[in-house]
């Protein structure tokens, strides 16, 4: 956001010192200014389109730091190789800085979605639009808005709270986190009371996107009751339902299934995601039209050796091979299992690939409610049910009440959540809500404290916002 502000600023000061005698008065006929570009539908909804473009992390530095930062923090993969190895090791081994590459691309681009969801909300009553219309942009830009407020709050803490597109009040510190953790929880009620339970166009918001990333906000916030009463708001919309077969969910022929409450959609070549590019080496069998870089991304054996022997989730990693020039390559036992949770794209450009990334799964929903409910009462038999409404579905064996304390079935809860969401975005903040991130780092050998629970702000932006303070240990 900051850029778009500074070159306003600059053309501000240049026009401000221009001397003329007499200052020329020029009638505008362009349709690109805000008096005229954001009273039409065009160009309003070329604004929201834009607002979903940086909120969906359709960028490759946010993409990178929201797919792959969780999983080296955490401990699930490891990376080698590659011109990106440096800001990889530097997550895996909590020597990050303020000048991270990927975590500034991640405060970039959800600033750039709320800036522009700013943008609708201030001048969406300035054109001319019906109440269908007006009404669906507030829902959508006020979701988007919250989305990326909970996304910045997840790595950063508090952040700063721009609640509009003026730039009168661009220095502001950081917001008191009882106030920024207010306005995300009246944003995503807000939004989930007037967006429609079945999108009008796929990939836009719903009331079952703004529930669930409310119902996860709540859990990584401790407020367990107000999650669980969301997840049965989610049930009551009759809508979600978990796929017969895992691998099912991520198929690029079933792209838009019921498990998916909010999905983040490519279509290569145009928008890309580029997952694989980092993950697989480059003599993985694949079509010409595939390119994958020189990085790789690991799956450590301790983590594959985990799975039971019957569980489906653990068909999608990628144990050996056969490379292009005819040789196996076995990579259980060296701690370098590859991901194929998203398949390669026949429709691939290059290194991009077309697969839609999930963001919120309905197993997640029914994870959630199951952990929020012991984390109120202890282990109890609808615990024990939701819990193996996934495990069912991914053929491994079904829990049992007896034996379980509270504390063991959180942990086998996290464990599950291991289980399920490896590569999508989840591991630390799920380690993060059980109050193992750190300690679990420090058993790897990691210099992890406490402080590491969140990213540094970056650098650049506390360059150009003194009143920015950063957090606290960087």
């Not at 590459?101 to 009553?125: F, K, P, S, V």
């Not at 590859?338 to 309905?362: C, H, I, M, Q, T």
């Not at 064996?397 to 399920?420: D, M, N, Q, V, Y």
Request: glycine content about 6%.
């Amino acid at each position: 956001m900051k850029i778009h502000i500074f070159q306003i600023l600059s053309v501000f000061i240049l026009l401000s010192c221009v001397a003329c005698e007499k200052q020329l008065e020029e009638e505008v006929f362009s349709e690109l200014t805000p008096e005229t570009f954001l009273t039409t539908e065009v160009g309003m909804n070329s604004v929201l389109n834009s607002a979903y473009s940086h909120g969906q992390l359709h960028f490759f530095d946010a993409q990178n730091a929201h797919y792959f930062a969780p999983g080296f923090t955490s401990g699930a993969f490891w990376n080698k190789g590659g011109g990106i190895e440096v800001w990889w090791a530097s997550l895996t081994n909590f020597t990050w800085t303020s000048n991270h590459r990927y975590t500034g691309g991640y405060w970039l681009e959800n600033y750039a979605a709320i800036r522009d969801a700013n943008l609708i909300l201030d001048h969406i009553d300035n054109g001319d639009f019906s109440d269908e219309i007006k009404n669906s942009m507030v829902a959508e830009a006020t979701f988007i808005r919250a989305l990326s407020y909970v996304q910045l709050y997840n790595f950063f803490g508090p952040v700063p709270l721009y609640t509009s597109s003026s730039t009168e009040s661009i220095f502001i510190p950081r917001a008191e986190e009882s106030e920024l953790k207010s306005f995300i929880e009246e944003e995503l009620i807000t939004a989930a009371n007037s967006l429609p339970r079945d999108a009008a166009e796929y990939g836009r918001a719903t009331k079952g996107a703004a529930l669930g990333i409310l119902c996860k906000y709540y859990l990584n916030t401790h407020q367990w009751q107000k999650s669980v009463d969301i997840t049965q708001q989610i049930f009551n919309l009759d809508k979600y339902g978990l796929e017969n077969n895992f691998a099912d969910v991520f198929a690029l022929n079933n792209e838009g299934n019921s498990e998916f409450l909010y999905v983040i959609p490519f279509v290569a070549p145009t928008v890309s995601q580029y997952l694989n590019a980092l993950i697989f080496p480059t003599d993985y069998p694949r079509l010409p039209t595939q390119q994958v870089w020189g990085a790789r991304t690991y799956l450590f054996d301790d983590f594959v050796n985990s799975f039971e022997v019957t569980d489906t989730r653990k068909d999608m990693i990628v144990t050996e091979y056969i490379n292009t020039s005819g040789d196996s390559i076995v990579l259980l036992g060296i701690d370098q299992s590859l991901s194929l949770k998203y398949e390669f794209d026949p429709s691939a450009s290059g290194a991009g690939n077309g697969n839609d990334l999930p963001l919120l799964r309905y197993s997640d929903i029914l994870l959630s409610r199951a952990e929020a409910l012991n984390e109120l009462n202890g282990p109890t038999q609808e615990v024990i049910d939701l819990i193996n409404e996934v495990r069912g579905r991914a053929g491994a064996s079904l829990l049992t009440l007896s034996g379980f304390s509270k504390e063991s079935l959180r942990a086998s809860i996290l464990e599950e959540r291991e289980w399920e969401f490896y590569f999508e975005g989840k591991g630390r903040e799920d380690q993060i809500r059980q109050g193992v991130f750190i300690s679990n780092a420090q058993a790897r050998g990691k210099n992890a404290q406490s402080y590491h629970v969140h990213f540094a702000i970056p650098q650049i932006d506390i360059d150009a916002n003194p009143l920015i303070e950063q957090n606290e240990g960087y």
